[in-house]
């Protein structure tokens, strides 16, 4: 398994502001990815994270919007730029563990409120 | 496009009961997930499944997968208080990249 923290658990921002959010994973992994939970709903990827080259974003989201560092293989940030209050949601990180059975497991999220 | 369809997507019932969530999905699968999550609370992994037949079982929870149908199960037995969550089932694909594409989630309430 991986044990995943996240920071900040929660925040209240205001409109047009930023906010980035920490992943940090207690061992190496290969594969980082990104999740927006919207209120009431499932779970959307947003991007993975590779490290040493940019981020693969999907469909409906771009790096302008939702920035991607991944510096090592044991943590990557997540920014939300220039926030309105559709960004409200939970974000959170997922990495997959490098040896069998290559399962994902999810860090505790981000609650993020934009007023 | 990979879709991920889960009924039912609310599931009210009363405790030593039985039922079943289904979870459909559109294309050729690697791996099927299922997931709990509590209110206010990340993503707890349950059951990985692999392979077509595969059963997985804990506690009052067991999940099978049928890869010919593309159809997984989550059968709830004897169902208790404890087991309101929401359950969410998620697949991937090994050459999409891995990343995983969530159904819609299913709310369970359990009733004392």
């Known amino acids: 398994s991986a044990v995943i923290s996240q920071k900040p658990s929660r925040d209240i921002c205001q409109r047009g502001t930023s906010l980035t959010i920490q992943c940090q994973v207690d061992?190496?992994?290969?594969?980082m990815f990104w999740y927006r939970q919207q209120p009431g709903q499932s779970l959307t990827l947003i991007a993975t994270?590779?490290?040493?080259?940019?981020?693969?974003?999907e469909s409906g989201f771009v790096i302008d919007k939702f920035p991607i560092s991944r510096p090592n293989l044991t943590f990557s940030t997540l920014t939300v730029s220039n926030m309105s209050p559709e960004d409200s949601s939970i974000y959170l990180c997922?990495?997959?563990?490098?040896?069998?059975?290559?399962?994902?497991?999810f860090g505790p999220g981000t609650r993020l409120t934009v007023t | 496009e990979l879709k991920v369809e889960q009924n039912p997507l609310f599931l009210s019932m009363q405790e030593g009961k039985n039922y079943t969530i289904y979870c459909n999905y559109s294309?050729?699968?690697?791996?099927l997930y299922w997931y709990r999550q509590d209110p206010g609370k990340s993503l707890e992994s349950l059951f990985v499944?692999?392979?077509?037949?595969a059963v997985k079982q804990e506690g009052r929870l067991m999940a099978s997968l049928d890869t010919k149908a593309r159809l997984s199960t989550l059968h709830i037995t004897a169902a208790v208080h404890d087991l309101s969550a929401t359950y969410f089932c998620?697949?991937?694909?090994?050459?999409?990249?891995?990343?995983?594409?969530f159904g819609a989630g299913t709310i369970l309430r359990v009733k004392s």
């Open positions: 061992s190496q992994v290969t594969m």
């Open positions: 994270a590779n490290q040493g080259s940019e981020a693969t974003y």
């Open positions: 294309t050729t699968s690697d791996r």
């Open positions: 998620a697949v991937d694909i090994i050459e999409y990249g891995n990343k995983l594409v």
């Open positions: 997922s990495v997959e563990t490098s040896g069998p059975p290559y399962e994902q497991y």
């Open positions: 499944l692999l392979s077509n037949g």
